[in-house]
């Protein structure tokens, strides 16, 4: 990655804002259904799963697994200087919720599928963009 | 088993193209308007005859239905529909005209894909609207290629698939668009050029990615009793399927809800696409597999069942698709070697066989095939006989 935060493009949808407003804490957060208790993601207007509205957002782990990623070699954005990586990061209270995002911390070509990370925030004036580094060796276990 | 109800009473009888360029310096419209000419008239009617006009989109990159059918001086219609899908469209909206006509709610329907892919907005660099883009602009992710390479990575790991897999289909694929003389690349590829080509989005290069062109084709279909009079053979859909996997995600790029990154829509439609032709693979004379990017053939490959799980990159690698292979893939070299047309021109190439215009690509006694759309969770696909 480059040292200058690139720049990023948000323009959250309504139900989505928190994701990138409501990590100065340190904290990720994602929504959930106060019914079922089900994550969702990306956040929509109505449970997927029981059709509750009753969704807020709540405090996760922020550690999970690279289910798949894609090393870029071009500079597919103005500003996002290659190579980055863009990973899809499956969390840990439920690995059928998977974020996108970029894996930071390390070279690119020591990413991996199966690798284990950990959250940490980009801050950029209001937003805290939520991007993944790799936790200290220790690989789940089977 | 014959074709069902739905599509008996309709076939494809033309096809038309514009030329495929880099910078058409045209409208948009005007590239519809010609191909749809060129498919009317190769169908043997007239403008006058048309009475329903399909079109498909991506991010209101083309022109629409009610526009082309104004220019031509097309009246009365009885049918028309612009579709936001993409790629996924055109072997739904050719089974969906034909049960308009086979139900007698058109007669003559004209199906066309139309846009300035090259010289105007590009797949690559539009900026998808929607609540699921805003999760991926934010950590740089935009273009198509990007989304392909993350099921790509996927299948490699899960199968072993390796980067000579990949390889192994754009080759042969270039070995098809050699004979074609609307494909845009058309030099022979060998491993090692593959293997030098840029890298875009690992685990994708350069040539593993479909050409993007300036350019329109369009299909006409028509009733049974017309296409025994048409000028070149009719065309029968004997089955025909399009699903939207569950998870699929808030749009089209979104894949971080489809739970196996390594099947696209092809493994949902399979079984249903043959039960219901009652024919199977093995009766194929060709498939014409969508394939906006190479890994996706190798999904298609093993999803349809020609190939077994995790083995379509051998299977290519034997030369099966290849021109003189045993199931000829992409007979037009693919949207990576004719240009992107966005799945229209995978459906063209499998009426031109099936009416034994295929030229010095034409795969001999070619008499059933399927064609796919689509690359990832949702997508159509028709099993086609020739009559």
Redesign the interface.
């Known amino acids: 990655m480059s040292a200058d935060p690139p720049p990023r493009f948000i323009s959250p949808h309504a139900e989505g804002e928190f994701y990138w407003t409501s990590g100065a804490d340190g904290v990720l957060r994602l929504q959930r259904c106060g019914d079922c208790r089900r994550y969702i993601h990306p956040p929509g207007p109505v449970c997927p799963y029981c059709h509750s509205r009753a969704l807020s957002p709540e405090p996760v782990a922020g550690t999970g697994t690279i289910a798949t990623f894609t090393i870029n070699r071009k500079e597919w954005i103005p500003g996002f200087e290659p190579p980055y990586v863009f990973a899809l990061v499956e969390i840990d209270e439920d690995p059928t919720i998977r974020l996108g995002t970029n894996i930071v911390g390390c070279e690119v070509d020591d990413v991996e599928i199966g690798m284990r990370v950990e959250v940490e925030f980009e801050a950029n004036g209001e937003w805290h963009v939520p991007l993944f580094h790799p936790l200290p060796v220790e690989r789940s276990e089977e | 088993m014959g074709e069902p109800s739905a599509y008996r009473g309709a076939a494809i009888t033309g096809v038309g193209f514009t030329e495929f360029s880099k910078a058409s310096g045209r409208s948009v419209l005007s590239l519809a308007a010609e191909a749809c000419r060129a498919a009317i008239l190769d169908a043997g009617l007239e403008g006058a005859d048309i009475d329903g006009v399909v079109t498909y989109q991506y991010l209101n990159d083309s022109v629409p239905a009610q526009a082309v059918a104004a220019v031509l001086g097309l009246g009365d219609l009885r049918h028309i529909l612009d579709s936001g899908l993409a790629g996924q469209a055109p072997c739904y909206l050719a089974a969906h005209a034909a049960t308009m006509i086979s139900t007698g709610v058109a007669r003559n329907i004209v199906i066309y894909r139309a846009l300035n892919g090259r010289s105007g907005q590009r797949v ?2 539009a ?1 998808a609207p ?3 883009a ?10 198509y290629p ?1 989304t392909i ?3 790509a ?2 299948y490699m ?1 899960e199968t072993g698939a390796t980067e000579a897999d990949l390889a192994a289909v754009a080759i042969a694929q270039r070995e098809w668009a050699a004979r074609n003389d609307r494909a845009f690349r058309r030099s022979p590829l060998s491993i090692d050029e593959h293997h030098a080509s ?7 290069r350069a040539v593993d990615c479909t050409t993007e062109v300036d350019g329109a084709c369009a299909i006409v279909l028509t009733s049974d009793e017309r296409a025994a009079d048409a000028p070149h053979p009719a065309v029968g859909i004997r089955s025909a399927a399009y699903v939207l996997g569950r ?1 699929g ?2 749009d089209m790029a ?4 489809w ?1 196996d ?1 390594s099947r696209n829509h092809t493994s949902l439609l399979a079984d249903r696409l043959w039960a219901d032709a009652g024919l199977g693979p093995d009766e194929m004379d060709f498939a014409q597999i969508y394939d906006c990017f190479s890994s996706v053939v190798l999904f298609g490959l093993e999803g349809l069942g020609f190939a077994d799980r995790g083995e379509a990159g051998e299977f290519v690698r034997a030369g099966h698709t290849a021109p003189g292979g045993r199931i000829p893939v992409n007979t037009n070299g693919g949207l990576l070697n004719e240009g992107y047309l966005h799945g229209m021109n995978t459906l063209a190439e499998a009426v031109l066989q099936l009416q034994g215009r295929g030229g010095d690509r034409q795969v001999p006694d070619a008499e059933t095939g399927v064609v796919t759309s689509g690359a990832l969770q949702d997508g159509s696909a028709l099993v086609l006989v020739r009559r």
């Open positions: 690559g660099s900026r929607g609540d699921a805003d999760l991926r602009h934010d950590a740089g992710l935009i273009a990007q390479a993350l099921w990575r996927r790991i840029p890298m875009v989005a690992d685990p994708l998870g995600g808030l979104d894949s971080s809800s739970p990154l």
